[in-house]
């Protein structure tokens, strides 16, 4: 899977799904000397570029990290900003990412979000479910860790119900994962020059390739997008085996 350096990437090379740390907003602010909330406000406004953009490179599904269970430790008054972007976001998209074909699908704990905000996900949800063209996942109050406990729970609460025997394997965790049902996890970008995970889709990075970029989220689009593709696309994706023809069973 190599493509030429420079130039546009080639869209059949892949990657289907990418996954998005979008970071950088706060810094992105304070170069200005403007509040943080400006850099979250103009991160919405990367994030509706980018989801344009990705159909160019052949992308099918974006997820995208746009709060974490960790993200309640901030100031009240960003974590009400966050809350009133996403209420702005879908009043103001919703419609056109319903006509563009995007499903919508938020992932994470819908406990503990204002009612509002849940009333909110539930219709972005409900009225994109017939969507096909597009699939757009939103990590809202989600953590890694948090999903995998969940996923966990529910099996037991299977097997507790009847509906599940035997020992536990990687398939009947996966079915309780917010995840459960999309396409695996191709490339995992974080902006910013971080180079962590920070709780983001634990068990789905598993053989995802990752990919750091220098660029503050807010700054984000179909250039940056096109170099991750770009970066994505001289990786070469073994999944634990090496490049040489398989062993055959013999006898
Ligand atoms: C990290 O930047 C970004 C976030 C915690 C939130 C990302 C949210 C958006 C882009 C808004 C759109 C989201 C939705 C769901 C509509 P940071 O604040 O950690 O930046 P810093 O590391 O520079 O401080």
């Not at 990412?97 to 499903?103: C, F, I, P, T």
């Not at 996890?185 to 020059?193: A, C, E």
């Amino acid at each position: 899977m190599t493509a030429p350096t420079g130039g546009a990437p080639t869209p059949e090379a892949g990657p289907r799904h990418v996954a998005l740390i979008m970071d950088g907003n706060g810094r992105w602010a304070q170069a200005r000397g403007l509040p943080r909330a400006m850099g979250h406000r103009e991160g919405v406004q990367a994030l509706k570029r980018t989801v344009q953009a990705a159909p160019d490179f052949g992308i099918e599904c974006l997820t995208v990290f746009g709060f974490s269970t960790e993200n309640w430790r901030r100031p009240a008054e960003e974590v009400s900003d966050l809350m009133g972007l996403v209420r702005s976001y879908v009043a103001s998209d919703l419609n056109r990412l319903e006509k563009n074909g995007v499903r919508v699908r938020v992932l994470g704990r819908r406990t503990g979000l204002p009612a509002d905000i849940a009333a909110i996900i539930e219709r972005a949800e409900r009225s994109t479910a017939h969507n096909t063209r597009f699939l757009l996942q939103v990590a809202f109050n989600y953590g890694g860790r948090a999903d995998i406990v969940d996923a966990a729970q529910a099996y037991v609460d299977r097997l507790l119900a009847g509906q599940a025997s035997g020992p536990l394997d990687e398939a009947s965790l996966g079915l309780g994962l917010s995840t459960e049902g999309g396409p695996p996890v191709d490339l995992i970008v974080r902006t910013s020059g971080e180079q962590r995970l920070s709780n983001f889709l634990l068990w789905e990075a598993a053989y995802a390739e990752l990919v750091y970029q220098n660029v503050l989220w807010p700054d984000y689009g179909h250039e940056a997008l096109a170099d991750a593709v770009r970066q994505y696309q001289q990786r070469d994706r073994r999944f634990g085996a090496i490049a040489v023809e398989p062993a055959l069973a013999t006898g």
